[in-house]
Nanobody
Framework: QVQLVESGGGLVQYGGSLRLSCAASGFSFSTYVMSWYRQAPGKERELVAIIYSNGARNYANSVKGRFAISRDNAKKTMYLQMNSLKPEDTAVYYC???????????WGPGTQVTVSS
């Protein structure tokens, strides 16, 4: 059974840091493209950061230089280190796993991140 579970969200002040984790099970984690998305109230879900199976990374312009995505294939876990947080980073953050050679695409239930000013 495929499962993605995010953790690490919470309430933080402007300029603070949080580290999100996404624990995966039920699929071949190392072969999947892993991503973090977020959705703020009244807005569409947007891609925050992506990490490929070869370790290559890309970020949304809004988080470049502040966020860092990583993965530990042995632990089947993906991370998002978020620094210099701003109120506009407030959103529900979702973990996504996508298999590029097929149609498999999985989502976690999300974790709330709230940045107070």
């Amino acid at each position: 059974q495929v499962q993605l579970v995010e953790s690490g969200g919470g309430l933080v002040q402007y300029g603070g840091s949080l580290r999100l984790s996404c624990a995966a099970s039920g699929f071949s984690f190392s072969t999947y493209v892993m991503s973090w998305y977020r959705q703020a109230p009244g807005k569409e879900r947007e891609l925050v950061a992506i990490i490929y199976s070869n370790g290559a990374r890309n970020y949304a312009n809004s988080v470049k230089g502040r966020f860092a995505i990583s993965r530990d294939n042995a632990k089947k876990t993906m991370y998002l280190q978020m620094n210099s947080l701003k109120p506009e980073d407030t959103a529900v953050y979702y973990c996504n796993a996508h298999f590029t050679s097929g149609s498999a695409n999985y989502w976690g239930p999300g974790t709330q991140v709230t940045v107070s000013s």
